[in-house]
């Protein structure tokens, strides 16, 4: 078995920042891509950036310059750093990794997170 939490959502006011953690624990034996998504109100999930085993990163274009993902493998952990939050950011961050666990296929599955709330006012 494998969880995924995260943490790191709260208020933030437009043009401040905040970093979002999300740490994998249970059988883990490889993680290969780490990614995050969010969903806003009334809208559908949607890949914010995602970061491949070799570091390289992909972001969306609405995120880019101001999103910055990176990964700790040593502690399973992805972070996400928002700045510049604009009102367009207030949604629901979903933490996605793609595990391979102990004893189980090479390959991997890909696992989520329950969901940190990132909220943008004045």
């Known amino acids: 078995q494998v969880q995924l939490a995260e943490t790191g959502g709260g208020p933030v006011q437009p043009g401040g920042s905040l970093r979002l953690s999300c740490v994998a624990s249970?059988?883990?034996?490889?993680?290969?891509?780490m990614s995050w998504f969010r969903q806003a109100t009334g809208k559908q999930r949607e890949l914010v950036a995602a970061?491949?085993?070799?570091?390289?990163?992909h972001y969306a274009g609405s995120v880019k310059g101001r999103f910055t993902i990176s990964r700790d493998n040593a502690k399973n952990t992805t972070y996400l750093q928002i700045n510049s939050a604009q009102l367009d950011d207030a949604a629901v961050y979903y933490c996605?990794?793609?595990?391979?666990?102990?004893?189980?296929?090479?390959?991997?599955?890909?696992?989520w997170g329950e969901g940190t709330l990132v909220t943008v006012s004045s």
């Open positions: 249970g059988s883990v034996a490889s993680i290969y891509s």
């Open positions: 970061i491949t085993s070799s570091g390289s990163t």
């Open positions: 996605n990794m793609h595990i391979a666990t102990i004893g189980g296929d090479l390959y991997g599955t890909a696992h």
